[in-house]
């Protein structure tokens, strides 16, 4: 591999202005290709390293899932030092990322208008609820906003219970899903610049993004029909759902291609195979038993996990899912690995989220180009917090 990069993104190097799990989760995609991400923080620690509940190393289990493989920077923009020190580190960089309130960075002189002035080629990206302009534009927005008024939540709980009440997805995918596609959208831009030398702004909302993983909305256009009066109107053919076993564990099946609804008449020994005879047969049977059974008969179906045994499964081992880091406070843990397998360059987590400021003195003096004297007087200042 001699001349060959190593990682995808090693020659980029991204600021990354963004707190909780929208920004975050982008740039740490960013950062598990190699590029060199750069977290700013103030001295005194972000909304999302010192929020409430249980810590582990002074930071929340979300806050070490979604800083992994970043380095850390704390500045006090309130000072004019930390602001320059900042705008230099832009100078010197590929990519801005924040997902402040609409406006808030136009306020601070941060906006696009005034970093392209600094850095012509900056890929600039505003990640928010409802985007850059707009009607609800000033709207405070969370993923689960994002998820209700994309129709996510009424349409889970339609899945249940048409009659009943929404059910709220889990695990904020309403951050996640568009920080993947924040992701998506930098690399294209970065692509544009080595084919033209210009940066560009990035304008990335929640909404807009869960809107755009709703297949029921394209269905509502076509037939008027909502995604459950659509399903009551036009059954799909082949028999699915969740059943309980024996054991009280619970499968999935999903016996809907002609093929495995084929397989699951022979393997039930009936005509025409119904839920509820799905039902009957899981009922009798453990549950990993009849997964066994069904995966020997080619009939598609799955276990339900709970965590802990998710992060035991043989076959995630093997895909090594799952990693040992050590932290500098939090000590030795399993984390989550980056799932892309990339033949060339590979994609990995090696470092745990950074604690607050673990990276000033080397980014000031490896990148800025100051002395470690100079980073003391910051330090003593307060613009900068001791790591």
């Known amino acids: 591999m001699n001349g060959m990069m190593r990682k995808p993104l090693e020659d ?54 979604l800083n992994q493989n970043k380095k850390d920077l704390t500045l006090n923009l309130k000072s004019p030092e930390g602001m320059r020190l900042l705008k230099e580190l832009i100078k010197k960089s590929d990519v801005v990322v924040q997902n402040m309130s609409t406006g808030t960075m136009e306020k601070l002189g941060l906006g696009y208008e005034d970093l392209k002035k600094l850095n012509p080629g900056i890929i600039y990206a505003a990640l928010s609820g409802f985007g850059q302009y707009g009607p609800y534009k000033n709207r405070n927005c969370y993923a689960v906003f994002a998820e209700a008024m994309s129709g996510h939540t009424r349409m889970t709980g339609d899945g249940v219970d048409p009659q009943g009440p929404p059910i709220e997805m889990a695990m904020a995918l309403g951050d996640t899903l568009p920080g993947s596609l924040a992701a998506m959208a930098i690399l294209g831009a970065l692509r544009y610049r080595d084919k033209t030398g210009l940066g560009q702004m990035i304008d990335v909302a929640q909404l807009d993004c869960m809107i755009a993983v709703n297949p029921g909305i394209t269905g509502y256009f076509l037939s008027g029909l909502t995604n459950w009066e659509m399903r009551k109107k036009f059954p799909t053919g082949g028999v699915g759902g969740i059943f309980k076993a024996k054991d009280g564990g619970w499968v999935r099946v999903g016996a809907w291609s002609p093929s495995a609804l084929e397989n699951l008449k022979k393997f039930l020994g009936v005509e025409e195979p119904t839920k509820e005879d799905c039902e009957k047969y899981i009922a009798s049977k ?64 090696k470092t745990p989220a950074p604690t607050l400021g673990q990276h000033s003195r080397e980014i000031l003096t490896s990148i800025l180009g100051l002395s470690d004297a100079q980073v003391d007087e910051l330090i003593n200042a307060g613009v900068v917090a001791p790591a």
């Open 12 to 65: 980029i190097r991204v600021v990354d202005m963004t707190h909780v799990w929208f920004g975050p989760w982008a740039t740490m995609m960013m950062a598990d290709m190699g590029a060199e991400v750069i977290r700013i923080e103030p001295p005194w620690g972000a909304i999302d390293r010192i929020s409430e509940g249980m810590l582990y190393g002074r930071a929340p289990y979300t806050f070490h899932h």
């Open 286 to 349: 453990n549950r990993d038993e009849v997964v066994e059974e069904f995966v020997a008969a080619d009939l598609p179906s799955s276990p339900i996990y709970q965590i802990d045994e998710t992060v035991t499964d043989k076959h995630l081992a093997a895909r090594n899912m799952f990693i040992e880091v050590d932290h500098p406070l939090a000590g030795k843990y399993k984390t989550v690995n980056n799932p892309i397998k990339f033949s060339l360059t590979p994609v990995e987590r």
